[in-house]
């Protein structure tokens, strides 16, 4: 298990499609692992492939419940509506308001390449729809109502607190 770098905007590798996986394999479980531990570190709630220069279609999302781990995922239902600030990994200290599905079901497979089906609500459904996204080639940026702004690292502390 390692952390692996976590590409930036402006890095073409984000704007890139990614690759289905056929077959797991030691190095993609590797890879599953690491994804998770760099997630954690960097405290965020979910990570795609190609964030940490890997054009595979892999994520991993944890919003502090279970960690889940999507292969190959693809929204097959979404309903509703939530408008939010979002931020990204790739993005870092700057947030954004996004308007996204506010519960979406996705397929996907496991870690042993069996299909499942996964649902989301809230923050759950944002996190799916922004890590799949990524596997398009797609940053929250270019979805953002109005304008990016910083995150107010004084105000997150005091909530902490
Ligand atoms: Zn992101």
Excluded: W
């Amino acid at each position: 298990m390692a952390i692996r770098e976590i590409r930036e905007i402006g890095d073409e590798i984000l704007k890139k499609q990614c690759k289905e996986v056929t077959k797991m394999t030691p190095r993609m479980h590797t890879l599953i692992c690491d994804m998770l531990d760099t997630m954690y570190e960097a405290m965020g709630v979910g990570l795609a492939a190609p964030q940490v220069g890997i054009l595979k279609r892999i994520v991993v999302v944890d919003i502090g419940d279970d960690p889940h781990v999507l292969i190959n995922p693809e929204v097959i239902e979404m309903d509703g509506e939530q408008t939010g600030d979002e931020g990204c990994l790739s993005v870092p200290g700057k947030v954004g308001t996004v308007t996204r599905p506010n519960h979406v079901k996705v397929k996907a497979l496991n870690e042993d390449m069996e299909e499942m089906i996964v649902e989301g609500e809230g923050l759950l459904a944002r996190a799916f729809c922004h890590e799949i996204d990524h596997l398009n080639g797609q940053l929250y940026v270019d979805k953002v109502e109005g304008e990016l702004h910083d995150v107010d690292y004084d105000d997150l502390e005091e909530e902490e607190e």
